[in-house]
């Protein structure tokens, strides 16, 4: 009938707009969808320059302060422990002078990935800076975290992964006191790189040993 015929053009033209608004809404959903996919990514891309090195594409000073000072604050609060190793490259500056700049970096980023293989997960690896690197071990004794770092120095001395053959490191290593902030327990660990270096270099001390042997000689 003609009233049929106007309900069903009525009908007709309000499920032809539903339509429309519905491809309207899919497209600006799947608009919003793709912005927000970008707008991750490059939130992402932003904290990975704002936490890693761009080098050596391990974390930087900045990523490694922010982590210890939030381990530092948990050991505070309850039981447990913390290690730390500082490592340095011996005679980076030689490396540079003699085989150039370009063989300084990749030094670096090799040393870097091997000491990234060797560690735990669990365990934070920063570019200190320069050639220095700084390792985090949560729940490591002065012990442990030495014997690690031996285990290390001699991997990195019969590495053979890297063109230049006499590179080694000096680390220093420290254990986490009660009390302890966070500047006092890098300052003993760079004492005891210092020490390490002092003694002739490509070897592992803990500041701990160093006072100990002077007061025994006292």
């Given at each position: 009938t003609t009233e049929t015929i106007e309900v069903l053009k009525m009908l007709s033209s309000q499920i032809a707009i539903s339509i429309e608004n519905s491809k309207l809404y899919l497209n600006l959903?799947?608009?919003?969808r793709s912005r927000t996919e970008e707008l991750?990514?490059?939130?992402?891309?932003v904290e990975k320059l704002a936490s890693y090195d761009k080098l050596t594409n391990i974390y930087n000073r900045m990523k490694f302060d922010e982590i210890i000072d939030n381990e530092i604050d948990r050991l505070n609060r309850y039981e447990g422990t913390l290690s730390i190793i500082i490592a340095d490259i011996d005679h980076?500056?030689?490396?540079?002078d003699t085989y150039g700049h370009i063989s300084g970096?990749?030094?670096?980023?090799?040393?870097?990935?091997?000491?990234?293989?060797?560690?735990?997960?669990?365990?934070?690896?920063?570019?200190?800076?320069?050639?220095?690197?700084?390792?985090?071990?949560?729940?490591?004794?002065?012990?442990?975290?030495?014997?690690?770092?031996e285990k290390l120095r001699k991997i990195v001395e019969n590495n053979n992964r890297f063109s230049i053959n006499e590179i080694s490191l000096s680390l220093g290593v420290e254990e986490f006191k009660r009390g302890d902030t966070k500047e006092k327990l890098i300052e003993r660990a760079d004492k005891a790189l210092y020490l390490a270096k002092g003694e002739g270099r490509n070897r592992t001390m803990r500041f701990s040993d160093f006072l100990a042997s002077k007061l025994k000689k006292n």
């Amino acid at each position: 009938t003609t009233e049929t015929i106007e309900v069903l053009k009525m009908l007709s033209s309000q499920i032809a707009i539903s339509i429309e608004n519905s491809k309207l809404y899919l497209n600006l959903e799947e608009q919003v969808r793709s912005r927000t996919e970008e707008l991750q990514k490059a939130l992402e891309k932003v904290e990975k320059l704002a936490s890693y090195d761009k080098l050596t594409n391990i974390y930087n000073r900045m990523k490694f302060d922010e982590i210890i000072d939030n381990e530092i604050d948990r050991l505070n609060r309850y039981e447990g422990t913390l290690s730390i190793i500082i490592a340095d490259i011996d005679h980076f500056k030689r490396i540079n002078d003699t085989y150039g700049h370009i063989s300084g970096d990749e030094a670096l980023k090799t040393h870097a990935q091997i000491i990234k293989e060797y560690f735990r997960k669990t365990d934070v690896i920063a570019r200190w800076g320069g050639e220095e690197f700084i390792i985090l071990l949560p729940e490591t004794n002065s012990e442990i975290a030495f014997n690690l770092a031996e285990k290390l120095r001699k991997i990195v001395e019969n590495n053979n992964r890297f063109s230049i053959n006499e590179i080694s490191l000096s680390l220093g290593v420290e254990e986490f006191k009660r009390g302890d902030t966070k500047e006092k327990l890098i300052e003993r660990a760079d004492k005891a790189l210092y020490l390490a270096k002092g003694e002739g270099r490509n070897r592992t001390m803990r500041f701990s040993d160093f006072l100990a042997s002077k007061l025994k000689k006292n």
